[in-house]
């Protein structure tokens, strides 16, 4: 009973992400058009992307998902880095639509990340 309600809010809470990554893309794609320019972050989310990507296969071969996350968060973190530094130029401010966005966005996952580690404790217990 207690496993399938922890399911459920955790279902919730990521149709609630994708919702809100749905509108965030709708509002960058809107916001490009308008100014031609990324928000500042744009190339950073690509980089971890493309770390998480080469983490995966590190993961099996090291048969450690924390590793292989690990390695792919920080060569995504270094190549984000790069990418942002190398399109400074241009990436413009976030506008108040994308903060306020930003931040629900933030607290669903803080939510998803806390319904993870009580469910975690819960197990090894």
């Known amino acids: 009973m207690a496993y399938s309600f922890v399911m459920i809010i955790i279902l919730v809470l990521l149709l609630a992400g994708l919702v809100m990554s749905y509108f965030a893309f709708k509002l960058k794609r809107e916001e490009y058009r308008n100014t031609g320019k990324y928000p500042r972050g744009h190339y950073m989310g690509q980089g971890l992307a493309i770390g998480i990507a080469i983490g995966i296969p590190i993961a099996i071969a090291l048969d450690s998902i924390f590793a292989g996350y690990m390695v792919g968060l920080v060569i995504g973190t270094i190549l984000g880095s790069h990418f942002e530094r190398k399109h400074e130029h241009e990436l413009r401010p976030l506008t108040q ?29």
């Open 97 to 125: 639509k994308e903060r306020e966005l930003r931040k629900k966005t933030i607290m669903i996952f803080a939510a998803l990340f806390a319904i993870g580690v009580i469910v975690f404790l819960l197990a090894i217990v």
